[in-house]
Nanobody, 115 residues
């Protein structure tokens, strides 16, 4: 059974930083590209960043230069370092493989950025 458990969210002021973690089980983590996604209230879920099994990365334009995705295959964990946070980054953040698989969505972690 695949489990993806996100953690590290919270309430932060604009300009602040957070580091999200996603621990994976039930998949061969090292061979999968992984992604971070987010869903803001009233909006569709969107891809924020993804990282290939070779650790190549790609980012949405809205977060480029502020967010960094990384992975630790030994720990089966993917991270999202978020700096210079803006109120528009407020959302529930999820990880999934990339491209995403519907059955793999977890509970996500809430990130709230106050102005």
């Amino acid at each position: 059974q695949v489990q993806l458990v996100e953690s590290g969210g919270g309430l932060v002021q604009a300009g602040g930083s957070l580091r999200l973690s996603c621990a994976a089980s039930g998949i061969i983590f090292s061979i999968n590209a992984m992604g971070w996604y987010r869903q803001a209230p009233g909006k569709q879920r969107e891809l924020v960043a993804h990282i290939t099994r070779g650790s190549s990365t790609n980012y949405a334009d809205s977060v480029k230069g502020r967010f960094t995705i990384s992975r630790d295959n030994a720990k089966k964990t993917v991270y999202l370092q978020m700096n210079s946070l803006k109120p528009e980054d407020t959302a529930v953040y999820y990880c999934n493989i990339y491209p995403s698989v519907r059955a793999y969505w977890g509970q996500g972690t809430q990130v709230t950025v106050s102005s």
